[in-house]
C-alpha cells in the first residue's frame, strides 16, 4: 500500500437501498473530505454531503470538517432525523397507557 494513501470506507443507506464504498485517500484527509470524495450524492438525490450529519462505526463526529481519518475506518453519513425520538417515546407511551386504561 501507498504510505500517502489509507484505505476506508463510506457507507449511506436508506430503508430500500443502501451503499458502501471502499476508498483509498490521502493520509490527512477528514471525516467531511471523505464524504464529499464519496460520491454518493449521485447515487442518491437530495443528499447533501456538505451538510450531512456525519460519523465513524456509529458514533457522530462533532467536527467532520476536523477530525482526521485513520486506516480502516468507517465514514457513515448520516439521514437528519424527522422526528425527536424523545417525543416518539412519549407518544408511544401514552398510547400505551391509553391502550391499558381502555381494558
Same mark, same amino acid.
Given at each position: 500500500?501507498?504510505?500517502?494513501?489509507?484505505?476506508?470506507?463510506?457507507?449511506?443507506?436508506?430503508?430500500?437501498?443502501?451503499?458502501?464504498?471502499?476508498?483509498?485517500?490521502?493520509?490527512?484527509?477528514?471525516?467531511? %473530505?471523505?464524504?464529499?470524495?464519496?460520491?454518493?450524492?449521485?447515487?442518491?438525490?437530495?443528499?447533501?454531503?456538505?451538510?450531512?450529519?456525519?460519523? $465513524?462505526?456509529?458514533?457522530?463526529?462533532? +467536527?467532520?470538517?476536523?477530525?482526521?481519518?485513520? %486506516?480502516?475506518?468507517?465514514?457513515?453519513?448520516?439521514?437528519?432525523? $424527522?422526528?425527536?425520538?424523545?417525543?416518539?417515546?412519549?407518544?408511544?407511551?401514552?398510547?400505551?397507557?391509553?391502550? +391499558?386504561?381502555?381494558?
Amino acid at each position: 500500500m501507498d504510505k500517502a494513501n489509507i484505505v476506508i470506507e463510506v457507507v449511506y443507506a436508506l430503508a430500500d437501498k443502501q451503499k458502501l464504498l471502499s476508498l483509498s485517500v490521502p493520509v490527512g484527509t477528514t471525516v467531511r %473530505e471523505a464524504a464529499l470524495r464519496s460520491g454518493l450524492d449521485a447515487h442518491f438525490p437530495g443528499l447533501d454531503l456538505h451538510t450531512a450529519p456525519l460519523g $465513524i462505526f456509529g458514533k457522530a463526529v462533532a +467536527k467532520p470538517d476536523e477530525r482526521v481519518l485513520e %486506516e480502516g475506518e468507517r465514514v457513515e453519513i448520516y439521514r437528519p432525523l $424527522i422526528a425527536d425520538p424523545k417525543e416518539v417515546r412519549k407518544q408511544r407511551a401514552a398510547r400505551a397507557a391509553q391502550a +391499558k386504561a381502555d381494558e
